[in-house]
């Protein structure tokens, strides 16, 4: 394995010198020895973590041992069934956090994938093939179409070589390579035309190359280095949240038991009747649903994100989304279609517009937004008729998807003619190929040479419209041929310049009628001169139909989209302008410029930068860390090899489906089924709502849980009997803190979710505003069943008025279920039926609380005495109290803060109006 060095700006001589090697490859003697310095060509994996280490990490949350303590005091107390339904919740959610991370440490094993199984080169002056992991530093490979290069190396000779690099570069292009050495200084990894490396393809041509890095001291090598230097990820917002809450419900619950362990032996009470009692409500207040209904409202997010194409690998990803404040994504197949289309002609001095996305055959061509005329219909079929005849491309379908075979700017230009008219099959027919020289990147052209049905031949030539001109004599125009001037070249060249300035890849074509036969014209130089100048053609891969409209949603939503490409900086900063992600005018930095810089310098400028261009996996993760740095919460996207580090290294990574590799898919969080960025913003959609159905069920429980402390301590401190039995707490805790909080947390996503701010990523899901909405609801729950409870003491038995107290403590639970929908949003602002399953649960749980007022099996069980119908109407109205206080308090609040009618204003003026109002988005 050989240090990192500029092997592409060397000249051969001192690559061979370094490398102590020849052009006619090394002794196998030599190559046993250096295998044995330098170990197998492999990319290692690092430090394994065993499952248990893995299952055991599952236990580090305190609300998780929280419940496990109140699982075991449930048992010591006989509530077997408390005890057993506990511990299985926790054992349940630490075998799905186990099933993750275990499923995600094979993101660097999945980089062996990409090695070459064997391996061609020259061992003592002979082509033999051999194991990839026994290619050394020094080896000089044997390259040709199809194959999967196994190390890095410095191209000797080449002959059409083009490789897909897409895996390290992201640019979906082939790159054309040769031999020749590059001017010093940096240069870009997708600019090293005379290398190629680890885990890439031959797509044409052959070439030989010396092998200059080995296993972890290739770009690949660095990928793997990079992805293990990254390490676990951090936990997700929502782990860090509920961590902090546990914190604080550990002290409040032991605070609770001090406070009524104190002040009952101040009454006189006996000291273990009231370490019961007091550890009863300490076990009570736990809610011991909550991991639970937390692990269910993200599974059904992760479906209903399935739904919308992206599909969840680890769960507590979801609710990480909604807290996303920065998207880094990758150009192509995400933001565009990841398909080269051709958008503009020019022939006879007059520009035509094409439509049409991709390679499906949709789309026409346009002059001034019109049809063209006949006139300008002929100029454009003698267009088409290059654009055909100098091409090996061709248009396949796959159920409804349409592919091209081939080069995909060949694709791109097959398109191209037959939506100006061309017939490729009548072409073929009519006009045989007969000779081909295939594109070359010196060259910069290809040419093909068909007979004519009157026995004479016709040169087709495609390439650079610079190259091309040089070779032309004549041109073509709407009233014939006629020689080429030297104004005529300032002008195809002007308009070559105005389709590039819109990040257009622009071709030239031209033709030539043989003068003799093809055996005497069969060399490129014969064939390619005195050309006649017909056209030009603008390609580029457009973005997608819907980027723009949710590019406008996340910057609506307060969330920063970057785009890093391996494109170039004139294309990439032209994409984003276009989708609005870029201002007029804004240039990309590319990786170049990014080592320039510090990171101290790139944090203080990363928020100004829209779109970085010709970026490596170093750069990607840099670029990452430093959002990070700054406070954002970071989603990365990519499909290639090179993207793995900084999905990894993000807070959410998010891979795409149908274009990524399965190294990518394996370090990320979330797969896009159709690598489309719009399902990005729906999936950030779906976060939001999880995480404010989260944030508003574990309010909904814990305001219950207060009202039933608050009313046992107020009873305590009166030394009035004790108003609920360890049944009815049960039974609460049954039918108010489970079915109807899980309801809840599957409540339908706000419209308006998207038009807010995200949440601030050190915002806790117990803030200020939490605490008051909780003990506000709790007092007001608690303040009308101790009325109730004391009315009824006056006039009855306390077994009477346990079941007074006891029912309307239920009522007021689950009539607040309905206004728990939203902190700010009255009830009557939020439709009624897009959650009938919590209408379902409140009006069969309502009827369970009444039949067991007038069933003498069910009342006994539940230890309640019965109760007329008109009572429990009585009830239910009281119950309604806290609901309509709240609802009346956040009408308030709302007009207040939206400037509403002095009254409103007057009427309260709380601290924490303004913490109410940025935890919905509204505006102060």
Known sequence: MTMPQAWHSQSLEEVYAQLHATAAGLTTQAAAERLTTQGPNEIQEGRSISPVQIFFRQFKSLIIWILIAAGIISGFLGELIDCLAILAIVVLNAA??????????KSIAALKQLTAPKATVLRDGQRVSIPATEVVSGDVLALEAGDLVPADARILE???LRCVESALTGEAKAAAKRATMLDPGPIALGDRTNMVFMGTTVATGTAMAVVVGTAMGTELGAIAGLMEAVGQEGKTPLQKKLDAFGKVLVWATLGIVVLLFVLGLWRGAKPFELLMTAVSLAVAAVPEGLPAIVTVALALGVMRMARRRSLVRKLPAVETLGSTTVICTDKTGTLTVGKMTARALYV????????????????????????????????????????????QARLTKTGEAWQVMGDPTEGALLLAGLKAGGNLDRLEQTFPKQLEFPFDSDRKRSSVVRRQPNGSSRAYVNGAPGVILALCTGLYTATGIRPLTEEDRHTLLAATQAMAAQALRVLGSAYRDLPGPVSEMNTQEAVEQDLVFVGLTGMYDPPRAETKGAVATCQAAGIRVVMITGDHPETAAAIGREIGLAEAGELAVTGIELDELSDTQLQERISKISVFARVTAAHKLRIVR??????????????????????KGADIGIAMGESGTEVTKQAADIILTDDNFASIVAAVEEGRGIRDNIRKTLQYLLAGNTGELLLMTLCVVSGLPTPLLPIHLLWINLVTDGLPALCLATDPIDPDLMKRVPAAPSASLTDAT????????????????????LQALQHGTPETARTYAFTVLVFAELLRAFGARSETKSIWRIPFFTNLNLALVVGISIVLQVWSQHSVAFGRFLKTSFMSFTDCLWLFAVASIPLVVLELVKLMLRARSHGGPGWAQATIRLPVTNFITRSEGATP
């Open 348 to 391: 006879a001095g007059q520009r035509f517009e094409v439509t049409g996305e991709g390679y499906g055959p949709t789309g026409e061509i346009l002059v001034d937004g019109k049809a063209p005329e006949p006139s300008q219909r002929e100029s454009l079929l003698e267009l088409a008729s290059i654009l055909l005849g100098c091409n």
């Open 626 to 647: 430093a959002w990070k740095a700054t406070g954002a919460v970071v989603a990365m996207t990519g499909d290639g090899v090179n993207d793995a580090p900084a999905i």
């Open 770 to 789: 939490f605490f008051w909405t909780m003990g506000l609801t709790g007092l007001l729950t608690a303040g009308v069943a101790f009325g109730v409870y």
């Open 158 to 160: 080449a002959a059409s």
């Open 96 to 105: 799905i956090g186990f099933y993750q991370e275990y499923k995600a440490e």
